[in-house]
Nanobody, 122 residues
Framework: QVQPVESGGGLVQAGGSLRLSCAASGRTFSTYNMGWFRQPPGKEREFVAA????????YYADSVEGRFTISRDNAKNTVYLQMNSLKAEDTAVYYCAAGRGVMRYELGYGDWGQGTQVTVSS
């Protein structure tokens, strides 16, 4: 079991960049797939990006493909989400999750962070 803790959220202008970090406790971090999800105001939580335990496979939602990059450093028990060319519609609470299931779906993850707010002003 790992406990993810997100950081790096904040307020940014449209077109700007932010990098989210997710530090996870536990000696088994390197055996978990990691994912980022987000929940926009008034909407359901949705998949953003995921990376396999080894870092060899990555997946993105169509809405962020080419703008966001997920990466991980297993030596630091940390996963990152680099977000570029931000848009107002990227405004959401961003959650980090750890799991061993299907990476595009919430059911594939058993451990979730508390979330970090990202607000993009237009």
């Amino acid at each position: 079991q790992v406990q993810p803790v997100e950081s790096g959220g904040g307020l940014v202008q449209a077109g700007g960049s932010l990098r989210l970090s997710c530090a996870a406790s536990g000696r088994t971090f390197s055996t978990y797939n990691m994912g980022w999800f987000r929940q926009p105001p008034g909407k359901e939580r949705e998949f953003v990006a995921a990376i396999s335990w080894s870092g060899g496979s990555t997946y993105y939602a169509d809405s962020v493909e080419g703008r966001f990059t997920i990466s991980r450093d297993n030596a630091k028990n940390t996963v990152y989400l680099q977000m570029n060319s931000l848009k107002a519609e990227d405004t959401a609470v961003y959650y980090c999750a750890a799991g061993r299931g299907v990476m595009r779906y919430e059911l594939g993850y058993g451990d979730w962070g508390q979330g970090t707010q990202v607000t993009v002003s237009s």
